[in-house]
DNA sequence: ATGAATGCAAAGGTTTTGCACCCCC
DNA sequence: GGGGGTGCAAAACCTTTGCATTCAT
């Protein structure tokens, strides 16, 4: 199917791309759309074109961006849809099970992911600002048991590392 | 010295207040002072009574504050001191190894701290809004573990779960 | 048809910046 | 005395809100 990727390629901070950001198929698309007119009907609200070519282009994207972001891409490609109608769609779409708030980046600003997701923590890449995903059950059931024992009930965490990028080319 | 502590108090969320906040003592206020004192002269900037005002409250009130909220201290106790400095000051406190930032609170605003204390996590209670430390050894190795294997040199990390507090009232 | 959603613009809230004046060294 | 610091107000940003209009059902 795909004839381009024998080529390795590389982020800004020099480490290869391993990842790909998530290219959702046409299937995968329709699913979501699925996903999303039910809950939008479920809840008595509209599915609009708007709404759609937002969440779209989210999956799209597949990766992580902020609100400011995300206005930005959807002013690019849809010009006609004003950055309020992004700022209720966000919260419509988290609503909806499909965007999730992940994490804050460097720069202090929340930002956005897909919900459908196993849960995972992040790292930044301080040297390119590419955000990595990790995740470590050890962590996460020695985490469990401290909360527990000050007697918390977790609702959700963050847990984030900032950090350089050891591919990052050394005469920078 | 004191004659209060016999009666345990409690947090807005009932949790019994077992630390108190840490109430520095002149001696340590001078510490600070002098640390303040040398960075600015180090850096040739000037040591102000502004500076060392809004250093002193945070010291004194040793606890978590966001800008907003520091802001507003200030205004409430030096009314001579405008905004602009108070957020300017932050970051010359920050650069100065007093402040620093330590996490994102429940409404997504930046927290600072006291930065002369081990590095710790936090847990933000959902129910009163408090915020508590942990420091977990074994979450620290297998962090530092797991980001050294995937090839990142950790700058620093933020570990925060957000919970209920057991000790709510469970009628409400 | 009708109530929700949208786009625009205005308002809100927070943080930064420009500038004249002030004060620490 | 000189250069950084401060206060004030304005600007810059990001996000929310009000309202007339449009659109999905």
Redesign the interface.
Known sequence: MSKSSSSTRFLPCG?PKIFESRQPNQELLEVWQTQLKSYLIAQGLKYTHQRWKIAELILLTGGHLDAQGLVEQVKKKHSGIGAATVYRSIKVLCDASILKESL?DAN?R?VYELYDQAHHDH?V??DCDEI?E?H?E??EL??SA??QQ??????????????????RDASR
Chains 1, 2 share one sequence.
């Open positions: 480490r804050t202090g929340v790292i890449c301080l990595f990790f470590d050890k962590i020695q985490q401290v909360v000050l007697d918390f009930k977790e609702v959700r965490h963050r847990h984030v590392v900032y950090a350089h990028c050891s591919f």
